[in-house]
């Protein structure tokens, strides 16, 4: 059973600098579509940037994109995702996802959300 632990959601000032990680474990990290995801009270989950692991192919929200970096580390299946020059309208909880089937990173079909295994948030709060 596959399972993603999210850490290194905390509170920052805007423009600030956050990095957070995905560890997974229970299934290998290749050929998987990576994703990571953020929810904001009342507000709808929105894809923030994906990852296909053989390729490294990578792909960023218009919101995020020039600010935001998705990446992975395979000697420990770790995903991480670092965030730069901040702004108070990142704020939210933050998701991990992971799927077998690599065709959800082609194009923007990953950003529907529908990922087999996903972690269960951490915060990020940006203040200005």
């Known amino acids: 059973q596959g399972q993603l632990v999210e850490s290194g959601g905390e509170s920052v000032q805007a423009g600030g600098s956050l990095r957070l990680s995905c560890a997974a474990s229970?299934?290998?990290?290749?050929?998987?579509?990576m994703g990571w995801f953020r929810q904001a009270p009342g507000k709808e989950r929105e894809g923030v940037a994906s990852?296909?692991?053989?390729?490294?192919?990578?792909y960023y929200a218009d919101s995020v994109k020039g600010r935001f970096t998705i990446s992975q580390d395979n000697t420990d299946n770790t995903l991480s995702l670092q965030m730069n020059s901040l702004k108070p309208e990142d704020s939210a909880i933050y998701y991990c996802?992971?799927?077998?089937?690599?065709?959800?990173?082609?194009?923007?079909?990953?950003?529907?959300?529908?990922?087999?295994?996903w972690g269960e948030g951490t915060q990020v709060t940006v203040s200005s």
């Open positions: 990852l296909y692991t053989d390729a490294g192919n990578t």
């Open positions: 996802a992971a799927d077998p089937r690599p065709y959800l990173c082609v194009g923007r079909r990953w950003a529907s959300g529908e990922f087999r295994y």
């Open positions: 229970g299934f290998t990290f290749n050929n998987l579509c």
